[in-house]
């Protein structure tokens, strides 16, 4: 089993930036895909990022130029660098695990989740 623990959400003004960890325990693997997710309330589940076992990264077209997605295998941890925020960030983040080599969209492929730490951005 795989714990994933996330913090680093908080209260910020448009334009403010965050830094939100994920520590991983338990069997993760620096060769499985990892993800931020994203659920504003209301919302489905959104992917906002993923990076692969070689470092690859993928980012929703909302926030390219923004938000960084890095992970530090040494410390089991993943990182998302958030800046240049917008209220439109607003929204509960989550870290997840996919169990394999390649990274997908959709949320129901990822195998573990974080409990989430919420993001709000006032204008």
């Known amino acids: 089993q795989v714990q994933l623990v996330e913090s680093g959400g908080g209260s910020v003004q448009a334009g403010g930036s965050l830094r939100l960890s994920c520590a991983a325990s338990?069997?993760?693997?620096?060769?499985?895909?990892m993800a931020w997710f994203r659920q504003g309330s209301g919302k489905g589940r959104e992917a906002v990022a993923t990076i692969n076992r070689d470092y690859d990264t993928w980012y929703t077209d909302s926030v390219k130029g923004r938000f960084t997605i890095s992970r530090d295998n040494a410390k089991n941890t993943l990182y998302l660098q958030m800046n240049n925020l917008k209220p439109e960030d607003t929204s509960m983040y989550y870290c997840?695990?996919?169990?394999?080599?390649?990274?997908?969209?959709?949320?129901?492929?990822?195998?573990?989740w974080g409990q989430g730490t919420q993001v709000s951005v006032s204008s």
């Open positions: 997840a695990e996919h169990v394999g080599y390649y990274c997908v969209l959709q949320s129901t492929n990822y195998n573990y």
């Open positions: 338990g069997y993760t693997s620096s060769q499985h895909c």
